[in-house]
């Protein structure tokens, strides 16, 4: 309160403070964590710590009605913040696998994606996707795409170092079936692949390697093949052509929780909190 009136933060006495060291304020909190996990084995003890660690605490605010979201992470790592969410919120209808999303805006004037506009997904959350996790991914980041990157009709790629069976790998197979789990499964989506990077975003080679494809060379959403492939993609991207980079927006999720990285600066929180509010509008419609 004090640093709050030294930061002239008059609104602050309208905000709700829940210590997590109050004992009798986490009661309540503890009971539903333990009703929500006890049939993984916790006790009453464990669900009291786990409803004084802030990132459950905040989790289970969300949980009771009592908050629209959560965001974390400026002082946790994103396996932390994301494990607390799991646990806690759980997955949309429909999503079993939760994925992190990043929306991408190249510099003014870039020709690819919707006027400079990308949703790059999965690049926080699953190491090593399944088929029917990408398929997942995909249908998730189409709805990230549609609702907070203003994408008005996202094309979505499904990326690999193959197009439409140019080379034959493992890896291959695994993102042929997803393409064909997320075609058959989410028939609104506008999906293909696989292709390679440059058939998604080039007309003239995806023309070439994908010819008749409604994605191949006008792609504004990609899903990447693996976590190695999407976190390091949205960091190059990010870097070497100076776009902005902003998530990772967890999306699969029935209600809003948020990561920070721990190297954010205030202007992210804000910008994370907006997000955090757009997504709890659109969840609770
Ligand atoms: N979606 C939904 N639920 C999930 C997911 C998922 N993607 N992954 C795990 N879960 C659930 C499990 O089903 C399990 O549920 P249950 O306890 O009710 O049975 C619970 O979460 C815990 O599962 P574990 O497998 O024990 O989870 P684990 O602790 O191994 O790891 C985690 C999950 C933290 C997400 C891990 O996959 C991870 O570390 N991912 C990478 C995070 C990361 O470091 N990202 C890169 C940095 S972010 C950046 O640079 C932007």
């Not at 990132?55 to 790592?77: F, I, P, T």
């Not at 806690?88 to 400079?116: C, D, R, W």
């Amino acid at each position: 309160m004090a640093k709050a009136n030294e930061l002239n933060l008059t609104h602050i006495g309208e905000a709700r403070i829940v210590n997590p060291n109050d004992d009798n304020a986490i009661q309540k909190y503890a009971e539903l964590f333990y009703e929500l996990r006890k049939a993984k084995g916790i006790t009453m003890e464990d669900a009291k710590k786990k409803a004084k660690d802030p990132l459950y605490l905040g989790c289970l605010l969300v949980k009771s009605g009592e908050a629209d979201g959560q965001v974390a992470g400026a002082a946790n790592s994103t396996g932390n913040v994301l494990r607390a969410a799991f646990q806690v919120i759980k997955t949309a209808p429909g999503i079993s696998a939760v994925s992190g999303a990043f929306i991408m805006q190249l510099p003014e004037g870039s020709p690819y994606g919707h006027n400079g506009i990308f949703v790059f997904a999965d690049c926080a959350a699953i190491p090593a996707p399944t088929a029917s996790e990408l398929a997942q991914i995909a249908v998730s980041a189409n709805r990230t795409a549609k609702q907070l990157a203003c994408i008005p009709e996202p094309k979505v790629a499904m990326l690999s170092f193959s197009t439409k069976g140019s080379a034959k790998h493992d890896n291959v197979t695994k993102v042929q079936e997803a393409v064909a789990l997320a075609k058959e499964n989410y028939p609104e989506l506008l999906v293909d692949g696989e292709m390679q990077l440059d058939a998604a975003l080039d007309m003239t080679t995806g023309q070439s390697k994908a010819p008749g494809s409604p994605v191949a060379g006008q792609a504004n959403t990609l899903i990447f093949p693996s976590l190695e492939a999407g976190n390091i993609g949205y960091k190059l991207v990010q870097r070497l052509a100076r776009a902005g980079a902003y998530g990772p927006v967890l999306q699969g999720l029935s209600m809003p929780v948020n990561d920070l990285s721990r190297g954010c600066f205030a202007e992210d929180i804000v910008g994370t909190v907006a997000i955090t509010a757009v997504q709890a509008q659109n969840a609770s419609k």
